[in-house]
């Protein structure tokens, strides 16, 4: 059964086109480790709401934008074996030479892991 790892960023607007170079660099390794598919999305239409919201929920303040990530696996055996090496891999350092720095404070991204249970197709 289809898996997906869930992110919810709030990036420096002004860090955008780092944020993109970031993503380029990294997102294919999840690919490479078993990953189906990858999409990042950037805030667009992102609305305050009364009681709680995604630019609160990642503490975003006026100067960020929420970012809106998804990593699709073909099962949760794949993700967590992806995963392990994942942590392992000095391609997802950031502190490593060459690796592209985190453009966002990590300690405010928000994710998790999903079963998924409904799928609607065209």
Same mark, same amino acid.
């Given at each position: &059964?289809?898996?997906?790892d869930?992110?919810? /960023?709030?990036?420096?607007? !002004?860090?955008?086109?780092?944020?993109? !170079?970031?993503?380029?660099q990294?997102?294919?390794?999840?690919?490479?480790?078993?990953?189906?598919?990858? /999409?990042?999305?950037?805030? *667009? *239409?992102?609305?305050?709401?009364?009681?709680?919201?995604?630019?609160?929920?990642?503490?975003?303040?006026?100067? +960020?934008?929420?970012?809106?990530?998804?990593? +699709?696996?073909?099962?949760?055996?794949?993700? *967590? !074996?992806? =995963?392990?090496? =994942? &942590?392992? *891999?000095?391609? #997802?350092? $950031?502190?490593? $030479?060459?690796?592209?720095? =985190?453009?966002?404070d990590?300690?405010? #991204? /928000?994710?998790?892991?999903? +079963?998924?249970?409904?799928?609607?197709?065209?």
């Amino acid at each position: &059964m289809p898996y997906i790892d869930g992110f919810v /960023i709030a990036v420096p607007s !002004a860090n955008k086109d780092k944020f993109l !170079a970031h993503a380029r660099q990294l997102d294919p390794i999840f690919l490479e480790l078993g990953a189906t598919r990858v /999409i990042e999305g950037w805030g *667009d *239409d992102v609305p305050e709401g009364k009681v709680t919201d995604f630019r609160r929920a990642v503490q975003a303040t006026v100067e +960020e934008t929420v970012a809106f990530s998804w990593v +699709e696996w073909p099962d949760k055996a794949t993700r *967590d !074996a992806a =995963m392990k090496k =994942m &942590m392992e *891999d000095p391609r #997802m350092d $950031p502190s490593t $030479p060459g690796n592209p720095p =985190m453009p966002f404070d990590g300690k405010r #991204m /928000i994710f998790g892991g999903f +079963e998924q249970v409904v799928e609607v197709k065209k």
